[in-house]
């Protein structure tokens, strides 16, 4: 069973207060994108992970995997022994603020769902999703969508359109919960300016890309921008050759490019390639579909880790 899922890219990313569970309470807007995760699950002895593409090095083998954790989750309740093979084939930047990782786990879910045939309602998966990230429910559904709470709560958001995207890749990836940690510490230092999401949601009823360039935003950008300056380069450097709106993704350290067109898109990508201020660049379109079954491709190899 294959399920394919996206990354995401957030618009807006507004942070608050750190709250008494350790997370900070967050309003966003989430935008899956079309770069994709493969997941993949076959009927084994024992649960093992093998992750293939690039930075498959970095993506753990062990318990710390989110799609390990979602087949867990749906064994435990429903009843049966967690015996699958997970492939994850990697096609989101890893540790690069696209929600990789949750994305994972979200295809896990689907996937041995309809490999069990557990017939699991949307309440109860997006309930399993919650509680293994933040951001896992919006991997299940995809599109554009309001988080709020941890960012587990979604409501639809009223869009217009399709929008051309050129990311940034970096070199290494960038702690999530160490960017947190800055954007706090920043904020003890001096009062820091928030983003807004009323013009996000105003330019995606207008369907107008320019509009919603102007407008993107993210509260983690100054502390991620401390912790890899570099990153300040990079956001120039796209504005310079054509970009509309630039923004970090999430945590970073991808710097989401949007473009007028996907022609723009197209020049503003090579254009950036030959500047030699990133690692690589993807092209991507969203809104897109959220996790969801797909013919099955033979499996590349992998190395595998067993779990007891």
């Avoid at 949307?122 to 293994?132: F, K, V």
Wanted: glycine fraction near 12%; proline fraction near 6%.
């Amino acid at each position: 069973m294959t399920v394919r899922v996206p990354a995401k890219v957030n618009l807006a990313l507004c942070v608050g207060p750190l709250r008494d569970d350790g997370f900070h309470e967050l309003s966003t807007v989430f935008h899956a994108v079309s770069l994709y995760d493969d997941v993949v699950v076959e009927p084994a002895e024992r649960l093992s992970v093998g992750v293939v593409g690039e930075g498959a090095d970095d993506v753990p083998l062990d318990d710390r995997n989110l799609a390990v954790q979602a087949v867990r989750a749906v064994a435990a309740l429903t009843g049966r022994e967690p015996a699958v093979r997970l492939t994850i084939r990697k096609g989101i930047p890893v540790a690069g603020g696209m929600a990789g990782g949750s994305a994972d786990a979200a295809g896990a879910l689907v996937a041995v769902d309809a490999l069990w045939d557990t017939g699991l309602d949307r309440e109860t998966m997006l309930g399993l999703a919650a509680g293994l990230g933040s951001d896992v429910p919006f991997a299940l559904q995809g599109g554009t969508a309001l988080g709020a709470g941890r960012g587990e709560q979604l409501s639809p958001v009223l869009g217009r359109g399709t929008y051309h995207w050129v990311f940034a890749l970096a070199d290494g990836g960038l702690s999530t919960p160490a960017v947190y940690a800055a954007l706090d510490a920043m904020r003890a230092e001096q009062p820091q300016p928030e983003a807004n999401l009323d013009g996000v949601l105003a330019a995606l009823r207008s369907g107008d890309p320019v509009a919603l360039g102007r407008t993107l935003c993210n509260d983690l950008q100054p502390a991620a921008l401390r912790l890899r300056p570099q990153l300040g380069r990079v956001l120039e450097a796209g504005r310079e050759v054509g970009a509309v709106g630039a923004v970090v993704s999430g945590s970073g350290p991808t710097v989401a490019f949007l473009t007028r067109s996907a022609d723009d898109g197209v020049h503003v990508a090579a254009a950036l390639a030959g500047m030699d201020v990133c690692r690589g660049i993807r092209r991507a379109d969203g809104p897109v579909a959220g996790a969801r079954i797909v013919v099955d491709e033979p499996v590349e190899a992998a190395p595998a880790g067993p779990r007891r």
